[in-house]
Structures are given as structure tokens and as C-alpha cells.
């Protein structure tokens, strides 16, 4: 009789979206004449940019002619986007990574999940709290996390709070993790880390043999120019830190699927390096993204796609721009929406976060997601998002500040 993995069965049930868009649909349904503002999906909603379907186009027209036609691509992605990358998002930045270091996948969401793959289960993770929910569900699904208790949180993992307090930025924990999940900018909470924040992460991680999984798949949205865009802008990451980007945020691929994760060289652990291992894993698992995506996506580093694609950020961030000020304005605390697309509102008068994202449901028909679904941290707070289109926006707001 086969068993099966007992890990999944401890998962809480009920996934945050869907019972946001469960309680959406069925206010939708009770009120058919009510137009709904949706400020909780975390989707992008503007089209690929013009010299992305360009080069989808020619690259699906390669595919057609025997000369041109490609099977199977490199395991680890083509070199003209590998070289791109290296190019465009490392040296320009002043950061020198190999090219055998960079590893073309179909989502930054499956690479942050598979990476758990090349870590034993004896391993410490620490994630923060509020959190993007995936770190925390493919630990527990790998049996790293213990059991889910009451007060919401696993019993083997080691929760960060990011707080006002902290500026939601993880002060460091008690407890010395061996894995540390960070993510900047942030989701939900639109913090970014300075290069002095990460520098102490970098400099614990190495001194404790840790290793850091950072997930920069919001970088393109950072205004700062002192924030840096990649871990490797802090000395010593290399020898510490695994980063993971993805074209979704940036150039509107949530639907069309690329992303790359860098494994640098210098990373080892028990005498193995990482690099190896993950390269092992992919090169077992997976057969590699499409050509046809590649090409695409190697269309956003030319002249003309960098504009493209700056234009549709500076237009997301013109939302943030417009729900940030106007919920500032009539007095509610509003964090992020500077250098991310989220927006973090603490609840009115210390409502709670489920009963503040239904209140904005029922009176102002807005959809927005509740903090606590992120981690207990989040507690007391909503997350709306800037991907939505500019009217959306602005009549959001109004709805929202008259029904407060
Ligand atoms: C959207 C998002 C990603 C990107 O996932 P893809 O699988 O590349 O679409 C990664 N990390 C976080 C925190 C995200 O919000």
C-alpha cells in the first residue's frame, strides 16, 4: 500500500486568496448591481510590452523552419539571456557574477520552493513574519516545520516579526537558523532593507555558516537609489546567499513564466557547493524553459524594452502613488508603496484584519487581503496592491475614505 507524505496533512486548510475571493464571489453574487474594486490580487494587469510580443513572435516563427527550430535548450538557459543578465542586472550594479552561477527557470516561485530540495530536513529555517506563504508551505510540506499550532505559527520554524517597530525589517533572531528566507522589497509589507541591514544579515549568515535564500522579485520597483537591487551588492554574499528574480513583477510574465536563480560559486557548505548541487537537481527535474520565453525575455534588456517595461513600473507605481497619499491623508498609517507595489495599512482603531478587509468589502467595494493571512504579524493590517489600473485606483481611495 503506498503512503503517502503525511506533511501534507498538516497544512492549515483554507489558502488565503481563496478565501479572500471566496468572501469576494459571494458578495458579488448577493450583490449583482455592486461594482467591485479588486486592490488584493498580488497580478500584474498591464499587457507585455511591445518589443516582448515582438520577440515572441519572431522567436514562434523560428520554431516553424527546420534551420531554426530548437528541441531541448541548455539545462540552465540560453547565453544570450544568461549574458543579458549578467550584463544588465550584475555588472551594471557593479556586481561581477559568473554566468555558470545563473540558472534560467519558469518562476521564482517553484525555484524558492525546489531549492528546499539541496537542504537536509535537519535544518532550522527561519522565515519572516508577515511572509510570503510559500517559504513557509513547501518547509512544511519537506517536514521541516514541525506541526501548525493554535497561535498560528509552526513549532520548528523561527518567525521574525516585522513590526512597526522594526520598521519591517527582521531584527535578528535569538535562535541561530541555518536557512533565513528574506525577501526585498517586501511582500506584503513594501519594506525594502538598506545596504547596512543586509550587510549584518550577510556578515551572521557567515559567521554561523548560514545560509540566506533572498527573493528580490520585486527589485525592478525599487525608486531609492542607496536600496540595493541584489544581495551581491553586499560584500561576503557571495559566500553566503542564494537570490532568486523573476520577470513576472517586472515585465508582466505571471503568465508567460521566466525566471533565473543564482547559485554563486563561492557558496559551500559541508565542503559541497551549491552551485553543484543545484545544478543537479535542475539539470534531473527540470528540462529547462522555453526558447521561445527566453527570447522574450531577453527582449526587455535591449534599449527599447527597458523603456517599455520602465513605463509600465512608473505607471504601477503612480497607483501606489495615488492610494498611498490618499489613505495617508484622511489618517491612516500607511507603510511601503515607495519602492514595491504593496501598500501595508494598519487597521483603523485596532480592528481586526479580517474584519477591516470585510467592512471594505461590504461598504466601500473594494477586495483587499488581510494581513493575518500572511503570518500572525500581520495581524491588524491589510495589504492593497498598486497593479491595478489608475481610475481603479483613485475611485478606490475615494471609496475607501468615505466609508471609513
Ligand atoms: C510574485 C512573487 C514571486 C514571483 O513568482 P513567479 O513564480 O516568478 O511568478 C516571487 N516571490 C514573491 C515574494 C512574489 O510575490
Known amino acids: 500500500m503506498a503512503k503517502i507524505n503525511g506533511n501534507f496533512q498538516k497544512l492549515p486548510g483554507s489558502y488565503l486568496f481563496t478565501e479572500t475571493a471566496r468572501r469576494a464571489s459571494a458578495y458579488a453574487a448577493a450583490h449583482p448591481d455592486k461594482k467591485l474594486i479588486k ?3 498580488g497580478d500584474v494587469t498591464q499587457p507585455l510590452v511591445p518589443s516582448v510580443i515582438k520577440a515572441l513572435h519572431e522567436a514562434v516563427d523560428e520554431m516553424g523552419h527546420k534551420s531554426t527550430f ?3 535548450g541548455p539545462d540552465f538557459g540560453y547565453d544570450f539571456l544568461i549574458d543579458a543578465i549578467v550584463k544588465n542586472d550584475y555588472e551594471a550594479r557593479g556586481v561581477k557574477i559568473g554566468k555558470d552561477e545563473v540558472f534560467i527557470s519558469d518562476g521564482a516561485k517553484s525555484d524558492c520552493a525546489n531549492i528546499s530540495d539541496i537542504f537536509d530536513i535537519d535544518n532550522t529555517v527561519a522565515v519572516c513574519d508577515p511572509v510570503y506563504p510559500v517559504y513557509v ?3 512544511a510540506m519537506a517536514g521541516r516545520a514541525g506541526d501548525f499550532g493554535n497561535d498560528g505559527r509552526w513549532t520548528n520554524l523561527v518567525y521574525m516579526p516585522c513590526t512597526e517597530e522594526n520598521c519591517f525589517t527582521p531584527s535578528i533572531p535569538s ?3 541555518d536557512i533565513i528566507y528574506l525577501c526585498f522589497p517586501n511582500n506584503p509589507t513594501g519594506a525594502v532593507a538598506t545596504k547596512e541591514q543586509l550587510k549584518a544579515w550577510v556578515d551572521y549568515a557567515n559567521r554561523n555558516g548560514s545560509v540566506i535564500l533572498f527573493d528580490s522579485a520585486y527589485e525592478a520597483y525599487i525608486s531609492d537609489p542607496s536600496i540595493p537591487h541584489s ?3 553586499i560584500d561576503g554574499a557571495a559566500e553566503c546567499a542564494i ?3 523573476s520577470y513576472s513583477k517586472t515585465a508582466g510574465f505571471t503568465g508567460t513564466r521566466c525566471s533565473y536563480t543564482v547559485v554563486p560559486k563561492a557558496l559551500m557548505r559541508g565542503g559541497v557547493s551549491l552551485n553543484w548541487l543545484w545544478g543537479r537537481r535542475q539539470s534531473t527535474r527540470f528540462n529547462g524553459t522555453a526558447y521561445i520565453i527566453q527570447k522574450a525575455a531577453a527582449a526587455i534588456y535591449t534599449e527599447q524594452g527597458k523603456k517599455e517595461t520602465r513605463a509600465v513600473i512608473d505607471y504601477y507605481m503612480n497607483n501606489a502613488r495615488i492610494i498611498r497619499e490618499g489613505l495617508s491623508k484622511v489618517g491612516l498609517q500607511v507603510f511601503g508603496g515607495i519602492n514595491a507595489p ?3 495599512v494598519k487597521t483603523p482603531g485596532g480592528m481586526g484584519s479580517w474584519d477591516f478587509f470585510d467592512r471594505l468589502l461590504d461598504k466601500a467595494n ?5 494581513g493575518a493571512g500572511f503570518g500572525p504579524s500581520g495581524e491588524g493590517y491589510i495589504r492593497l496592491t498598486a497593479f491595478g489600473d489608475a481610475e481603479s485606483a483613485a475611485e478606490a481611495v475615494e471609496r475607501i475614505v468615505r466609508n471609513l
Open 39 to 41: 486592490l488584493g490580487i
Open 70 to 72: 530548437k528541441g531541448y
Open 137 to 139: 508551505d513547501t518547509n
Open 175 to 177: 535562535k541561530v537558523p
Open 231 to 233: 544581495i551581491y551588492e
Open 243 to 245: 537570490e532568486f528574480r
Open 342 to 344: 504593496y501598500i501595508w
Open 366 to 370: 473594494v477586495v483587499t487581503t488581510p
